[in-house]
């Protein structure tokens, strides 16, 4: 009776602590949680689930070598498990290992050929690689998958810049936008994208688009400011608009980025308010 006592005592403190682990893990407080984690090993040889939290952990806190200790241990003890793989190719992007990080990735999608996001990930270390053909490959095959999930339109898009087909990449945005059309940082893609393209009319639509749904984002405001006025198209450029958009953005911007500041400058400037814009 005493053992049986003792071993349920020592369930109850396991579980005690886990549920004390995830919670300062789901608060950011990833020092803890592996304390929390740690205690958690020296109680149990059921240890697969536990060194992989940790290991997240680990990762949270860019401590690539700590991390890469636990999940090399977990995958020995769950070698089908494809989340462990995916966790462990984070780490070897922490260390610069690109190589490595693919080979995981690879491994984790043949465990699951059918997650979107695996395929996804893997796309955008072939583009890190520079390799858009590969990248191109997956995030297809990722958008086959899961057709409703914007990113994965977003993420082609700049694979399709990296190969230099703008118009593509364009076509790919504006899919993104129809499946999340409150979606600023969109827009904004979307609006440089066009700049490039010399489509001026188009980016200055953009860029209205995106602080129309998103009023107060910084980066939207900056380029609509910017647009207004130093864009090379007559039709587009408006020195006055320009000023009026970037100061009603600063009456809620305590601190302007260095990027707004720049457009402010260029927008006095353009309206002649030379002592202002320095």
Known sequence: GTSAKAEDRSQHDLVVLMERAQQHANNGEYQQAVEHFTAALGRTPQTSGILACRGACYLQLSNWDRALVDLNQAIEHSPKDASLFDLRSKCWIGKGELAKAISDLSTAIELNPKDANLISSRSRYWAKKGDFPKALSDASTAIELNPKDAK???????????????????????????????????????????????????????????????????????????????????????????????????????????????????????????????
């Open 152 to 278: 994965l339109f977003f993420f082609r898009s700049l694979y399709w810049e990296g190969k230099g087909d703008l118009s593509k990449a364009a076509s790919d945005l504006s899919a993104a936008i129809e499946l999340k059309p409150r979606e600023a940082r969109f827009y904004v893609a979307k609006g440089l994208l066009e700049s490039k393209r010399d489509q001026h009319a188009k980016a200055l639509a953009d860029f209205e688009s995106a602080v129309k749904v998103s009023p107060l984002d910084a980066r939207a405001n900056e380029m609509l400011v910017w647009t207004l006025a130093t864009s090379p198209s007559e039709a587009v450029r408006d020195g006055a608009r320009a000023v009026k958009q970037g100061k009603e953005f600063l009456k809620h911007s305590a601190n302007p980025s260095s990027g707004m500041r720049r457009a402010m400058a260029a927008a006095l400037a353009q309206t002649g308010q030379f002592e202002e814009a320095v």
